[in-house]
């Protein structure tokens, strides 16, 4: 009988290490594999961070370029949200207007307009919200822009709006037209004087030609 137990002992506890063994299987089995789906979760995080970090470099690459054509573009670029509050100001504008960006962002654009157009803006900006009626949005104008020491001056002003998730933007691109107009101007003189120098030599010519036939009748 003792005999029977120590043989049912020893099966048990064979039977336990067998068990115990083959757990020890099933769990290095699934430490494995838990450890596979980690590396390979890990290699899927780091190409999305690998990617989201490229992407990143690329927007902020493409906005480098973007603001380095901006701010070394000849006209002025400048532009407002729907309040008609400034958010940007490239040089040109800058050089045209006499302010500084520091100046300016923040500010009201109408500060670049003399009366009574500044008193005016702020209406015609909101009918445009309202009724998306444009006066002057997507077709060029010639118009009067004011610089910082109060002297205005003529400009050429295009205005185009986009649709941002925060509102609408507006760009204005300006363009200081004064030594165009002091040319016309200059040109307009030259083109008046010539034709009161061809005036008077026309009467000139009449008159010796009346001289002429005077005295040739005289003379008869």
């Known amino acids: 009988e003792e005999k029977k137990i120590s043989r049912g002992g020893t099966v048990a506890i064979r ?3 067998t068990n115990r063994k083959r757990a020890e299987l099933e769990v290095k089995k699934l430490n494995e594999n838990l450890e596979r789906l980690v590396d390979e979760r890990t290699s899927a995080l780091q190409l999305e961070v690998d990617g989201h970090q490229r992407t990143q ?4 690459r493409s906005e480098q370029r973007n603001r380095s054509i901006v701010n070394t573009a000849a006209d002025g ?5 729907e309040q008609g509050i400034i958010s940007s100001f490239n040089n040109a504008a800058q050089l045209i207007f006499g302010w500084s960006v520091v100046d300016v962002i923040g500010k009201n654009v109408n500060i670049l307009m003399p009366a009574p157009f500044r008193e005016r803006h702020d209406g015609y900006l909101q009918k445009y919200i309202d009724t998306k009626e444009a ?3 997507g077709a060029g104008r010639e118009v009067v ?12 002003l295009s205005v185009s709006v986009s649709e941002l998730e925060d509102g609408l933007m507006f760009t204005g691109i300006v363009r200081d037209i ?3 107009k002091e040319a016309e101007t200059r040109l307009r003189d030259t083109l008046e004087t010539l034709q009161e120098t ?3 030599l026309v009467e000139s010519e009449k008159m010796a030609s009346l001289g002429e036939l005077v005295a040739g009748v005289a003379h008869e």
């Open 15 to 17: 039977s336990d290490i």
């Open 57 to 60: 470099e690329m927007l902020f």
């Open 77 to 81: 670029i400048i532009t407002i949200d």
């Open 135 to 137: 006066a002057i949005i």
């Open 145 to 156: 822009g004011l610089r910082k020491d109060g002297v205005e001056f003529p400009m050429d």
């Open 178 to 180: 004064s030594e165009r």
């Open 198 to 200: 061809q005036n008077e």
